[in-house]
Protein backbone atom coordinates (compact mmCIF):
# COMPACT_ATOMS: atom_id res chain seq x y z
CA UNK A 1 0.00 0.00 0.00
CA UNK A 2 1.27 3.60 -0.50
CA UNK A 3 2.06 5.25 2.60
CA UNK A 4 4.21 8.41 3.73
CA UNK A 5 5.99 8.51 6.59
CA UNK A 6 7.51 11.43 8.93
CA UNK A 7 9.83 9.82 10.80
CA UNK A 8 9.93 12.67 13.69
CA UNK A 9 6.78 12.75 15.55
CA UNK A 10 7.96 16.27 17.28
CA UNK A 11 10.89 18.47 16.69
CA UNK A 12 12.01 20.94 19.25
CA UNK A 13 14.45 23.36 18.30
CA UNK A 14 15.56 27.36 19.63
CA UNK A 15 14.91 29.85 17.21
CA UNK A 16 17.26 30.72 14.30
CA UNK A 17 18.35 27.73 14.07
CA UNK A 18 18.20 25.34 11.14
CA UNK A 19 15.72 23.20 10.83
CA UNK A 20 14.83 19.67 8.83
CA UNK A 21 11.70 17.81 9.01
CA UNK A 22 11.81 14.44 7.38
CA UNK A 23 9.34 13.05 4.73
CA UNK A 24 9.72 9.42 3.25
CA UNK A 25 7.40 8.18 0.43
CA UNK A 26 6.30 4.59 -0.50
CA UNK A 27 8.15 3.97 -4.15
CA UNK A 28 5.96 5.07 -7.80
CA UNK A 29 6.88 5.95 -10.67
CA UNK A 30 5.58 9.17 -10.58
CA UNK A 31 4.60 10.88 -7.24
CA UNK A 32 3.94 14.90 -6.37
CA UNK A 33 4.36 15.92 -3.56
CA UNK A 34 3.97 18.40 -0.76
CA UNK A 35 4.26 20.00 2.46
CA UNK A 36 1.23 22.02 4.39
CA UNK A 37 1.57 23.78 7.39
CA UNK A 38 -1.56 23.84 10.14
CA UNK A 39 -1.34 26.58 12.78
CA UNK A 40 -3.80 25.51 16.12
CA UNK A 41 -7.53 25.38 15.09
CA UNK A 42 -7.01 25.99 11.40
CA UNK A 43 -6.96 24.39 8.44
CA UNK A 44 -3.62 23.70 6.10
CA UNK A 45 -1.62 25.96 4.24
CA UNK A 46 0.53 24.93 1.38
CA UNK A 47 4.04 25.44 1.74
CA UNK A 48 5.27 23.95 -0.83
CA UNK A 49 5.33 21.36 -3.90
CA UNK A 50 7.10 19.62 -6.17
CA UNK A 51 5.67 18.51 -9.63
CA UNK A 52 8.28 18.46 -12.03
CA UNK A 53 12.04 20.02 -12.85
CA UNK A 54 13.95 20.95 -10.55
CA UNK A 55 14.48 18.65 -7.16
CA UNK A 56 14.69 21.40 -4.64
CA UNK A 57 11.74 23.38 -4.50
CA UNK A 58 10.97 26.41 -2.40
CA UNK A 59 8.09 27.59 -0.86
CA UNK A 60 6.35 30.25 1.61
CA UNK A 61 8.20 31.65 4.73
CA UNK A 62 11.39 30.82 3.57
CA UNK A 63 11.15 27.11 3.90
CA UNK A 64 12.25 24.99 1.16
CA UNK A 65 12.20 21.02 0.09
CA UNK A 66 14.47 18.30 -2.00
CA UNK A 67 12.96 15.76 -3.63
CA UNK A 68 15.28 12.74 -4.04
CA UNK A 69 13.80 10.24 -5.93
CA UNK A 70 16.48 7.20 -5.17
CA UNK A 71 15.73 7.39 -1.56
CA UNK A 72 12.30 8.85 -1.78
CA UNK A 73 12.31 11.58 0.34
CA UNK A 74 11.10 14.94 0.24
CA UNK A 75 12.92 16.50 3.77
CA UNK A 76 11.84 20.17 4.34
CA UNK A 77 13.95 22.71 5.48
CA UNK A 78 14.66 25.84 7.01
CA UNK A 79 18.10 28.00 7.68
CA UNK A 80 16.76 29.99 10.78
CA UNK A 81 13.52 29.18 12.39
CA UNK A 82 11.21 31.82 14.18
CA UNK A 83 9.02 31.74 16.97
CA UNK A 84 6.39 32.39 14.40
CA UNK A 85 6.87 28.43 12.63
CA UNK A 86 5.84 27.05 15.62
CA UNK A 87 2.73 24.43 13.94
CA UNK A 88 2.32 21.29 12.72
CA UNK A 89 3.84 20.20 9.23
CA UNK A 90 1.84 17.66 7.39
CA UNK A 91 4.31 15.61 4.01
CA UNK A 92 1.64 14.27 1.76
CA UNK A 93 2.20 12.81 -1.41
CA UNK A 94 -0.28 12.00 -4.70
CA UNK A 95 0.40 9.71 -7.05
CA UNK A 96 0.89 10.28 -11.00
CA UNK A 97 -2.16 8.84 -13.11
CA UNK A 98 -4.80 8.94 -9.23
CA UNK A 99 -7.65 11.26 -9.24
CA UNK A 100 -6.02 13.55 -6.73
CA UNK A 101 -6.09 12.05 -3.64
CA UNK A 102 -3.55 12.88 -1.19
CA UNK A 103 -1.96 10.62 1.19
CA UNK A 104 -0.67 12.46 4.20
CA UNK A 105 1.92 12.03 6.99
CA UNK A 106 1.52 11.54 10.65
CA UNK A 107 2.54 15.29 11.14
CA UNK A 108 5.42 16.65 12.73
CA UNK A 109 5.67 19.18 15.38
CA UNK A 110 7.88 21.65 15.29
CA UNK A 111 8.29 23.68 18.59
CA UNK A 112 10.82 26.81 18.41
CA UNK A 113 11.56 28.14 21.79
CA UNK A 114 13.15 31.24 22.35
CA UNK B 1 -6.31 33.48 -5.86
CA UNK B 2 -7.68 29.83 -5.19
CA UNK B 3 -9.86 30.42 -1.83
CA UNK B 4 -11.63 28.09 -0.28
CA UNK B 5 -14.31 29.11 2.54
CA UNK B 6 -15.59 26.75 5.07
CA UNK B 7 -18.53 27.97 7.51
CA UNK B 8 -19.03 27.20 10.62
CA UNK B 9 -15.57 27.62 12.03
CA UNK B 10 -17.12 26.21 15.07
CA UNK B 11 -19.81 24.33 16.34
CA UNK B 12 -21.45 22.91 19.56
CA UNK B 13 -24.94 20.68 19.26
CA UNK B 14 -26.90 18.45 21.25
CA UNK B 15 -26.75 14.49 20.82
CA UNK B 16 -29.09 13.52 18.34
CA UNK B 17 -29.24 16.57 15.86
CA UNK B 18 -28.56 17.38 12.59
CA UNK B 19 -25.29 19.82 11.61
CA UNK B 20 -24.49 21.32 8.37
CA UNK B 21 -20.95 22.40 6.90
CA UNK B 22 -20.58 24.06 4.26
CA UNK B 23 -17.23 24.17 1.60
CA UNK B 24 -17.21 26.99 -0.78
CA UNK B 25 -14.50 27.52 -3.70
CA UNK B 26 -14.57 31.34 -3.59
CA UNK B 27 -12.85 32.04 -6.67
CA UNK B 28 -12.68 28.75 -8.84
CA UNK B 29 -14.71 25.95 -10.01
CA UNK B 30 -14.07 22.79 -8.54
CA UNK B 31 -15.95 19.68 -10.02
CA UNK B 32 -14.19 17.72 -7.07
CA UNK B 33 -14.05 18.13 -3.30
CA UNK B 34 -12.50 16.42 -0.54
CA UNK B 35 -13.88 15.64 3.34
CA UNK B 36 -11.28 14.94 5.75
CA UNK B 37 -11.37 14.25 9.55
CA UNK B 38 -8.39 15.10 12.21
CA UNK B 39 -9.14 13.25 15.37
CA UNK B 40 -6.16 15.32 17.94
CA UNK B 41 -2.80 15.12 16.96
CA UNK B 42 -3.03 13.35 14.29
CA UNK B 43 -3.30 13.50 10.29
CA UNK B 44 -6.13 13.98 8.33
CA UNK B 45 -8.25 11.03 7.33
CA UNK B 46 -9.82 10.93 4.26
CA UNK B 47 -13.55 10.32 4.64
CA UNK B 48 -15.25 10.75 1.03
CA UNK B 49 -14.85 12.33 -2.36
CA UNK B 50 -17.29 14.48 -3.37
CA UNK B 51 -18.15 15.09 -6.70
CA UNK B 52 -20.35 17.81 -8.15
CA UNK B 53 -23.49 16.16 -9.96
CA UNK B 54 -23.10 12.84 -8.56
CA UNK B 55 -22.91 10.47 -5.72
CA UNK B 56 -20.03 10.77 -3.51
CA UNK B 57 -17.23 8.39 -3.03
CA UNK B 58 -16.83 7.18 0.42
CA UNK B 59 -13.83 5.90 1.84
CA UNK B 60 -13.75 2.30 3.78
CA UNK B 61 -15.59 2.66 7.25
CA UNK B 62 -17.52 5.95 6.83
CA UNK B 63 -20.86 5.67 7.48
CA UNK B 64 -22.64 7.29 4.01
CA UNK B 65 -26.04 7.37 5.84
CA UNK B 66 -24.23 9.18 8.93
CA UNK B 67 -22.23 11.82 7.10
CA UNK B 68 -23.96 12.87 4.01
CA UNK B 69 -22.34 14.54 1.40
CA UNK B 70 -24.06 16.90 -1.61
CA UNK B 71 -22.01 18.59 -3.96
CA UNK B 72 -24.45 20.75 -6.12
CA UNK B 73 -22.80 23.36 -7.79
CA UNK B 74 -19.11 23.75 -8.83
CA UNK B 75 -18.99 26.07 -6.00
CA UNK B 76 -20.00 24.72 -3.05
CA UNK B 77 -20.05 21.04 -0.95
CA UNK B 78 -21.85 20.34 1.85
CA UNK B 79 -21.27 17.88 4.90
CA UNK B 80 -24.00 16.57 7.34
CA UNK B 81 -23.36 14.91 10.18
CA UNK B 82 -26.75 13.43 11.03
CA UNK B 83 -27.54 12.54 14.48
CA UNK B 84 -24.31 13.29 16.12
CA UNK B 85 -22.65 11.73 19.05
CA UNK B 86 -20.22 12.52 21.05
CA UNK B 87 -17.89 10.31 19.52
CA UNK B 88 -18.70 12.35 16.31
CA UNK B 89 -16.91 15.31 17.71
CA UNK B 90 -13.77 16.53 15.70
CA UNK B 91 -12.49 18.82 13.20
CA UNK B 92 -13.32 18.62 10.02
CA UNK B 93 -11.73 19.95 7.01
CA UNK B 94 -12.72 20.70 3.34
CA UNK B 95 -10.42 20.54 0.13
CA UNK B 96 -11.46 21.76 -3.52
CA UNK B 97 -8.85 20.51 -6.34
CA UNK B 98 -8.66 23.19 -9.64
CA UNK B 99 -10.77 22.18 -12.20
CA UNK B 100 -8.35 23.65 -14.45
CA UNK B 101 -4.42 22.83 -14.54
CA UNK B 102 -2.84 20.32 -12.07
CA UNK B 103 -5.51 18.08 -10.78
CA UNK B 104 -3.37 16.82 -8.27
CA UNK B 105 -3.25 20.17 -5.85
CA UNK B 106 -5.70 20.63 -3.23
CA UNK B 107 -6.73 24.09 -1.76
CA UNK B 108 -7.82 23.87 1.98
CA UNK B 109 -10.90 25.39 4.14
CA UNK B 110 -10.16 26.50 7.67
CA UNK B 111 -11.97 23.73 9.11
CA UNK B 112 -14.39 22.95 11.37
CA UNK B 113 -14.61 22.15 14.99
CA UNK B 114 -17.51 20.08 16.19
CA UNK B 115 -18.56 19.44 19.84
CA UNK B 116 -21.37 17.10 20.18
CA UNK B 117 -22.60 17.42 24.14
Known amino acids: AQSVTQLDSQVPVFEEAPVELRCNYS??????LFWYVQYPNQGLQLLLK??????LVKGINGFEAEFNKSQTSFHLRKPSVHISDTAEYFC????????????FGKGTKLSVKP | GAVVSQHPSRVICKSGTSVKIECRSL??????MFWYRQFPKQSLMLMAT?????????EQGVEKDKFLINHASLTLSTLTVTSAHPEDSSFYIC?????????????FGAGTRLSVL
Open chain 2, 95 to 107: SARLDRGIKNIQY
Open chain 1, 27 to 32: SSVSVY
Open chain 1, 50 to 55: YLSGST
Open chain 1, 92 to 103: AVSYGGSQGNLI
Open chain 2, 27 to 32: DFQATT
Open chain 2, 50 to 58: SNEGSKATY
